[in-house]
Each structure stands twice: as structure tokens, then as C-alpha cells.
């Protein structure tokens, strides 16, 4: 049932997320830049003794659990931006989108009574498509900002292939020689959620800027209608140094778990907070903050089983940028 034993993933990476160039061409202005969306590298090796299993008058002795999680979104392509009027600009992106990843578990069950368990599962997947973002910017008052994005990702291409081996105890009927081995490959494309952003930023003077923004997502196959929101300020100690600080949530797009069901994805509501500084010389900044989230939910880490365990995030990113002009 999972009750009783903690499970622990951990994850950590240096990554270089973010490269971006901008120039005046025309009456508006281009700009090429790279991103990675998201990047997960996860690792579990745990063993537990002596735990319950599902046969009666029989006990696990050991269970050895291998996990290696890796989850990468990269975006890369070019910008332009006009200016169609003093308050009023607008800008369009056109993304190449990619994704890769692979998901592997390794699963040995000794029993009491001398048999054994044994699981190994492997996943790989690639998608590729394209992501337009429309944004608009327009500014009412003089110290009022107002942005309004638009974005949706369209695959074009995806790749998943799973392969499974496994060999039960001899009390389910397997010899010595009996292993299942399957292999599934699927071609479906996935259809992501469209995202609206909408942001407001204030000027109370020309040192202190306080900025907030919301953004939809919405409901597609699975995955549910979705608003996650942040608020941000930016305060100037001098004219080379900026302090900045923020709150943010990241909250789930799946359903909150039922009693009864089995293979859930899920649940789980993040609250973060950021702080940075950035000191500026004539021609460049250099940036050092850090990014704390906390999250907590529900989750189902064993496959085909219908409890339900208590889930915790943490996360802790140091991030360094860097700007010339």
C-alpha cells in the first residue's frame, strides 16, 4: 500500500536555460533566443526491508527500487517587435519546439518464503512542432503598463516507444525460465492547452516598479482549466544596483485524486518565492537570485494500486544572468 515507508526522489542540475539577442531592423526590432521550458532529471535508489506485501502469511524481506528520470523542453527561434504608437506596441514569436525524454524502473521484490519479484520498465519519448506567441503591450497612463499574450504549441511530430520485461514469483506459476517481456510504440500526438497571460505593471517612481499577472490555461484531454497567478517588485538601491522580489503559484492541471481508481497522475499545488539582485555597469548587468517552491498533494506510486499516499516538493534553484548592450 506504500503506508508506513517514505519514498524520496531527488533532482539536480546546472543548466544553461536562456540565450537571447536583439536588434533594430526596420521601424521595429528582431531578436533570436533559445530556452529550455522545462528540465527534469530525477533519481531514486531506495531499499526497504521488511514491509508487508500482498500475500498472505508472506513479507517482503527486500525491496530494491531504481529510478532515472530525465525530461527536457527546449524552445529556440526568432522574434519581431513594432511600435505601432507611442502607448501601443506588438510582438510575435515563432517557436521550434522539441522534446525529449526517457522514464526507467527497476523493481526487485525478495520474499520470506524465498521467491522473487522482478520489474523493468523503459520509456522513451520525442515531439516536435511549433509555438507562435502574439503579445501586446499597451500603456494607459503614464506609470501604467498593461501585457496580453497569447501562446499554443502544436506538435507535429511524436515518437513514444515503452518496453517492458517482468518475471513473478512461482506461486503465480512462473519457472525458472519464464519471463514476460511487451513492447509498445505509439505515434498519437499530444494537443496542449492554449495560454493567456495577462499583466499589469506600476511605476509609483522612477526607483520602485510593482508588477502582477495571471495566466490561463485551457482544458485539453486530461488535463483541466488551470489559473495560476504571480506578483512581483523591483526596487533600485542605487543607480547600479536593483533588489527584486516575487510570489508565484504553480498549481496542478489534473484532477484530484478518487478513492478507488488506480494509475492516477498526481496531484500536487506549488507556492513559490523568488529573490535576486542585479548590478548594472554602463554596458552590461550581471543578475544572482534564487527561487524557493513548496508543494503538497496527493499521489499514487504504485502501479495497479488504489491507495492513495500523501505527497511534498521541495525545490531550491540559484540562477545567474547576464546582460550586455
Do not use: C
Request: hydrophobic letters at 35%.
Amino acid at each position: 500500500t506504500g503506508e508506513g515507508e517514505d519514498w524520496e526522489l531527488t533532482s539536480s542540475q546546472i543548466l544553461p536555460n536562456f540565450f537571447g539577442v536583439i536588434h533594430q531592423l526596420g521601424p521595429g526590432k528582431i531578436g533570436f533566443s533559445y530556452a529550455v521550458l522545462d528540465s527534469l532529471m530525477r533519481r531514486q535508489e531506495q531499499t526497504f526491508y521488511n514491509i508487508k506485501s500482498s500475500m498472505p502469511g508472506v513479507s517482503i524481506d527486500r525491496y530494491v527500487l531504481n529510478i532515472d528520470d530525465i525530461d527536457n523542453v527546449y524552445n529556440i527561434g526568432p522574434s519581431y517587435g513594432l511600435s505601432l504608437s507611442k502607448d501601443l506596441s506588438i510582438g510575435l514569436t515563432l517557436y521550434f519546439h522539441y522534446r525529449d525524454g526517457k522514464i526507467i524502473r527497476n523493481h526487485l521484490v525478495n520474499l520470506s518464503n524465498g521467491e522473487f519479484e522482478w520489474t523493468n520498465y523503459y520509456l522513451t519519448w520525442t515531439e516536435y512542432g511549433i509555438r507562435p506567441i502574439l503579445g501586446i503591450m499597451y500603456s494607459p497612463l503614464d506609470k501604467v503598463s498593461v501585457g496580453l499574450t497569447f501562446s499554443k504549441t502544436f506538435i507535429m511530430h511524436s515518437d513514444k516507444k515503452a518496453q517492458e520485461t517482468y518475471r513473478g514469483p512461482s506461486s503465480m506459476g512462473y519457472g525458472v525460465n519464464d519471463v514476460d517481456f511487451s513492447k509498445i510504440e505509439s505515434g498519437q500526438k499530444p494537443d496542449l492547452p492554449l495560454k493567456t497571460t495577462l499583466g499589469i505593471a506600476y511605476f509609483p517612481s522612477p526607483a520602485f516598479l510593482v508588477s502582477a499577472d495571471l495566466s490561463y490555461y485551457t482544458e485539453v484531454e486530461d488535463r483541466e482549466v488551470l489559473i495560476n497567478g504571480a506578483i512581483g517588485a523591483e526596487y533600485y538601491l542605487s543607480p547600479s544596483f536593483a533588489l527584486r522580489a516575487g510570489l508565484f503559484t504553480d498549481l496542478a492541471n489534473t484532477p484530484s485524486l478518487k478513492r478507488g481508481y488506480t494509475n492516477q497522475p498526481e496531484h500536487i499545488d506549488n507556492y513559490g518565492m523568488s529573490l535576486s539582485g542585479t548590478y548594472f555597469t554602463k554596458n552590461s548587468s550581471l543578475t544572482l537570485g534564487i527561487i524557493y517552491t513548496y508543494g503538497t498533494g496527493e499521489a499514487q506510486v504504485i502501479t495497479g494500486s488504489p491507495a492513495i499516499q500523501d505527497a511534498e516538493i521541495n525545490s531550491l534553484t540559484v540562477f545567474i544572468g547576464g546582460g550586455y548592450s
